[in-house]
C-alpha cells in the first residue's frame, strides 16, 4: 500500500511548500548576501534571494505605505527554500511517477521515495534557519537533518529486505 502512495506524497510535499512560499510562514532559508550567479540570470531575483514581504509571521521590518496586519518583510534577503523544496519535490514526483510501473517487488517503490526525501530535505536543511541541537560525536544537527538520514536509511533498509525476500522466494520457490 505504502508503494501506491509513494509519488503521491512527493507531489503532495512539493505543492505543499508553494503555500510556505506563499505565505513567508518563516519556513526560509538562511541570509543570503550573495550576488546572483550569472548562470541563473534568466531567473527573477526573488529565486534567489526574497525578503518574504506581507509574511504570515510579522517578522522583519515595516514596509512602508503597507496598512494591515501583513506589513512586514525581511531585512535581508534570505535563500527562498520553500520555492526550492517545490521544484525538487514536483521534479521527484514525475520522476517516480515515471518508474511506479517498473518496480515490481512491493516496498522498493517507497523506499525509493524515502530515499529521496530523505536525501532532499537533508541538502535543504544546510541553507535553511533551524534550531541546532547538541553535538553528537562533535556533529551539530537540525531535527529535520536526523529525520532526513533515518528516512535514508529507512528506505535503503526497506529497499535491502524487500529485494532479500524476493531473491528467497525465487531460491527457495
Not at 29 to 58: C, E, Q, R, T
Not at 117 to 139: D, H, M, Q, S, W
Request: aromatic content about 14%.
Amino acid at each position: 500500500m505504502l508503494d501506491i502512495g509513494a509519488a503521491g506524497m512527493m507531489l503532495s510535499y512539493g505543492l505543499g511548500r508553494i503555500g510556505c512560499q506563499m505565505s513567508g510562514d518563516g519556513d526560509w532559508g538562511i541570509n543570503n548576501y550573495a550576488p546572483k550567479p550569472h548562470w541563473l540570470s534568466w531567473a527573477p531575483d526573488w529565486m534567489w534571494a526574497f525578503k518574504f514581504p506581507h509574511n504570515v509571521n510579522g517578522v522583519g521590518v515595516h514596509i512602508q505605505g503597507c496598512q494591515g496586519k501583513y506589513c512586514n518583510e525581511l531585512v535581508v534577503p534570505v535563500f527562498p527554500t520553500s520555492f526550492y523544496e517545490s521544484v525538487v519535490c514536483i521534479l521527484l514526483f514525475f520522476f517516480l511517477w515515471s518508474i511506479r510501473n517498473k518496480i515490481k517487488t512491493p516496498g522498493v517503490l517507497f523506499g525509493i521515495y524515502m530515499i529521496l526525501a530523505g536525501v532532499e530535505r537533508f541538502f535543504i536543511e544546510l541553507i535553511r534557519v533551524n534550531t541546532k541541537y547538541p553535538p553528537i560525536f562533535g556533529i551539530r544537527y537540525t531535527q529535520a537533518e536526523l529525520i532526513s538520514v533515518l528516512m535514508v536509511l529507512g528506505g535503503a533498509i526497506l529497499i535491502f529486505t524487500q529485494m532479500n525476500k524476493k531473491v528467497t522466494k525465487v531460491q527457495h520457490g
